[in-house]
């Protein structure tokens, strides 16, 4: 696999990924179904679904979200993810 | 044109009972027909009638949908859909932590099915939801990523994409704004926009609605600042046109820039945009 990039930052400098809330996750397993990029995996135990992937999650992607019943999942901050990329943009041209 | 509410049952969550209160209140305000969903899945015959004379509004409490869900396998025809989940969300409401409605929920019902009752009864006349007056003219060249059997156009020049697969074509202060060959394909036959209201403002990357096919719900990234300008009737009317001609008659919306050329910085241009799709593709 070639190394991720996301508007030329390297994919694991940028914070943007899924939160699972597990006081509200009812295990219905319908984000790990629905996101084709294998960011959800199940496990054995207590918390049957974790974010394994976190950097196979597309930037700015919030669709699993739309599919959660009890609004189990949470993103970062766009406003937040957007000045980050930029300023390591910036830093990087810099050199 | 009569209406029909197919709403959730309200029996698993709260917002499922504002759902349920937003029916019942559009048939004392607007005379509209309730349409239980429960009897629906059991028989679409006894709704027949009822789905041939009127639009249909589709109420869902939560993200699950299940109101939509029915809805689509059925193929029933959706004119208009509500989710309580992100109404209350932007109401900034919380609603009691009870099945039974109570007052949070009958007020944020009543504002829901009076803003319905108004937009189904007595359209503004004269919206500006049709394109605006500037010429967009179609790409003249395309470039053509093949992936196995498939093949992904993109327009030669002239247009912009972010890497969330939406692509800008901006001609003096605004631009038009739909989604790239690529995503359509991925997303199959889309069977609803949910548009952004005339006149909202967006930041760069920040949400200008969703589009729902049977396979994915996805939200259309803004690839550029501005205000929502004009919004595609006939892609409203008939969401398979994104599918048809993505970057042609499939144009979703308007928007006046506000940061152009500034957000050009962080879009890519066509040949950027091929590699990008090339690199999906091989990926999924
Ligand atoms: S869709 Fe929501 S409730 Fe279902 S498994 Fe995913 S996070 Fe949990
Ligand atoms: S946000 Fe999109 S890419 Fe990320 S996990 Fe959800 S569906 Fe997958």
Known sequence: ?95 | MKTAVLSCTGLDKPEGSVAREVAIRMAAVADSEIVCPVLLNRSLARYKKVFAESSLIVVDGCSTRCASKLAESLDLKIDRKVLIAGALKSSGMTLEPTLRLASNGEALAKTIAEGLAQSFLAPAPALPSGASSTEFPLPGDYMVVTHDKFEFRIPAAGYWFNENDVWVRPIGDVARIGISDYMQQSLTDINFVDAPAIAQAVEQFGELGTLESSKAVFEVVAPVAGTVVAVNPEVISNPTLINEDPYGKGWILELKLSNWPGDQELLLNSDAYAKTVKHKAEEA
């Open chain 1, 1 to 95: 696999m070639t190394e991720a990039t996301f508007m030329g930052v390297p994919r694991e400098k940028i914070m943007w990924h899924p939160t699972i809330d597990y006081a509200k996750c009812t295990f219905c397993m319908e984000c790990a179904a629905f996101c084709p990029h294998r960011v959800f995996e199940q496990r054995e135990g207590d918390r049957r679904l974790v974010v394994a992937n976190p950097n196979n999650c597309v930037v700015f992607c919030r669709a699993c979200s739309k599919t959660c019943g009890p609004d189990a999942l949470s993103f970062p901050e766009k406003q937040a993810t957007i000045a980050a990329i930029k300023q390591i943009r910036e830093q990087e041209s810099v050199q």
